[in-house]
């Protein structure tokens, strides 16, 4: 009986001492992963900003664009002198507040 005991105590200390050795690894593994995770993380916001920054160029020039070549088909159609009759559609065009209000 006092060798059966004796094993077992010798089996628990091996074990304890175990699950401490790999409670230890686990630690400074995961220690060392999460500082890699932050220097991943710490790229991917520079690579946002920088793609961020890019489409901000990109809207800024697209709308750019967009606002001039509208204010050029409005500039030609304001100075087109086809005809007559397209004279209340100018004045509309031009002044819409008074169009709005016929009591002026």
């Known amino acids: 009986m006092e060798i059966f005991s004796l094993i077992t105590n010798i089996t628990s200390i091996i074990l304890s001492v175990t699950s401490l050795v790999l409670s230890l690894l686990f630690y400074f593994k995961s220690v060392k992963q999460s500082e890699k995770t932050d220097s991943i993380n710490q790229e991917i916001k520079a ?11 990109m809207y800024k020039d697209m709308f750019s664009l967009f606002k001039n070549q509208s204010d050029i088909t409005l500039n030609h159609a304001l100075n087109r002198n086809t005809s007559d009759d397209k004279e209340p559609i100018r004045k509309s065009i031009e002044s819409p507040k008074e169009s709005e209000n016929p009591s002026k």
């Open 47 to 57: 690579n946002v900003d920088k793609t961020q920054f890019v489409f901000d160029l």
